[in-house]
């Protein structure tokens, strides 16, 4: 069994879900939302979420972890506000030790309902179809399971191909 970390980055909503993976046997662990203040500078946001993923790592001993690849906005600034947050989601937890897998949206979208353009609303009536447990109270908690269980589902995949 394995403790996956799921991680979908935001300045200011960093979801996150913990779930168990052995074999295709899924379980809920927790799961939640990373608020920064909005009226703080930017690194200040970001010493926020890097702190509040230490101490969720910390809590929860994840053995692996995963993140959504940034998607590209129209704007270049919010895209490139959007991946400084994804940097911390990406190096906090390979700070502590943790394989960090990254995974496109709609690879993620395709794991868990099955198309990669699926609506949030299909993606949290799948997550919570797989993982009845969950209780997510946000669409970025919902993500953030999605996330932990598209790695679930690739992980072995991801071993064998780093390893040929």
Not at 78 to 83: D, E
Not at 87 to 94: D, E, H, K, L, Q
Not at 118 to 147: G, R, Y
Request: with cysteine.
């Amino acid at each position: 069994m394995v403790r996956i970390m799921g991680i979908d980055p935001g300045l200011r909503r960093t979801g996150w879900g913990i779930i168990e993976a052995e074999g295709n046997r899924l379980r809920f662990v927790a799961c939640g939302v990373l608020t920064p203040a909005v009226d703080q500078e930017l690194s200040l946001r970001l010493v926020h979420l890097h702190e509040g993923l230490m101490r969720l790592i910390a809590e929860h001993h994840p053995a692996e972890a995963a993140v959504e690849e940034t998607f590209v906005n129209a704007g270049a600034r919010s895209t490139l506000l959007l991946g400084q947050a994804r940097g911390i989601a990406v190096m906090t937890p390979a700070s502590m030790g943790l394989p960090v897998g990254e995974y496109s949206a709609n690879l993620v979208k395709k794991s868990v309902v099955g198309t990669g353009h699926a609506e949030k609303k299909q993606i949290e009536l799948m997550v919570k179809t797989l993982m009845p447990a969950a209780n997510f109270t946000s669409s970025d908690a919902a993500d953030a399971l999605a996330i932990a269980i598209c790695h679930a589902h690739h992980r072995q995949h991801r071993k064998l191909a780093a390893s040929a």
